[in-house]
T-cell receptor
């Protein structure tokens, strides 16, 4: 399974935008890019996913590089509730397992 | 819509003892997953069910771990006998379809083996 590389940790000031990078240089044409986050003492929750085009939803935006070898999760205005570990995952919709990696721990500073 | 339920939330046992975890997925979800999350790591898939059949159990330590999903709804994960390295959070997740992009996770069961 293709793997992803993320920074171990990042910090952001409250109410400022946050850009969380992810490298996936071995991505294949059928891999979807997924983002999940895990708040302290909770199970992971779905954030967003995409294939080739940039995507927006109520939680975040996903910017995908033209060659698809990297992507960026964008939180437009960080809040204290956004402090979590963010996982970038490649997933084939044929049912292969998710590989979570270690993710990026986001700290939001008041 | 009720979420994924898991019990117990916490369990402490001694090594070589047995333990079982229970999961009730979201109603109507055909696919159910069990993950193991060791402190400081991301979740690792142990087993995936589609209805009551096993789709993937390649990372399940079958000498001590077992899981079943009777009638394609609730599921139990058992460890017998437990080892110290089994200390982790055990997460259950469900999705409406195999390969569906959104998995819904329960709160997990934190297991401590002493």
């Amino acid at each position: 399974d293709a793997k992803t590389t993320q920074p171990n940790s990042m910090e952001s000031n409250e109410e400022e935008p946050v850009h969380l990078p992810c490298n996936h240089s071995t991505i294949s044409g059928t891999d979807y890019i997924h983002w999940y986050r895990q708040l302290p003492s909770q199970g992971p929750e779905y954030v967003i996913h995409g294939l080739t085009s940039n995507v927006n939803n109520r939680m975040a935006s996903l910017a995908i590089a033209e060659d698809r070898k990297s992507s960026t999760l964008i939180l437009h205005r960080a809040t204290l509730r956004d402090a979590a570990v963010y996982y970038c995952i490649l997933f084939k919709n044929t049912g292969n397992q998710f590989y979570f990696g270690t993710g990026t721990s986001l700290t939001v500073i008041p | 819509e009720a979420g994924v339920a898991q019990s117990p939330r916490y369990k402490i046992i001694e090594k070589r003892q047995s333990v079982a975890f229970w999961c009730n997925p979201i109603s109507g979800h055909a696919t159910l997953y069990w993950y193991q999350q060791i402190l400081g790591q991301g979740p690792k898939l142990l087993i995936q069910f589609q209805n009551n059949g096993v789709v993937d159990d390649s990372q399940l330590p079958k000498d001590r771990f077992s899981a079943e999903r009777l009638k394609g709804v609730d599921s139990t994960l058992k460890i017998q006998p437990a080892k110290l390295e089994d200390s982790a959070v055990y997460l259950c997740a469900s999705s409406s379809l195999r390969g569906a992009y959104e998995q819904y996770f329960g709160p997990g069961t934190r297991l401590t083996v002493t």
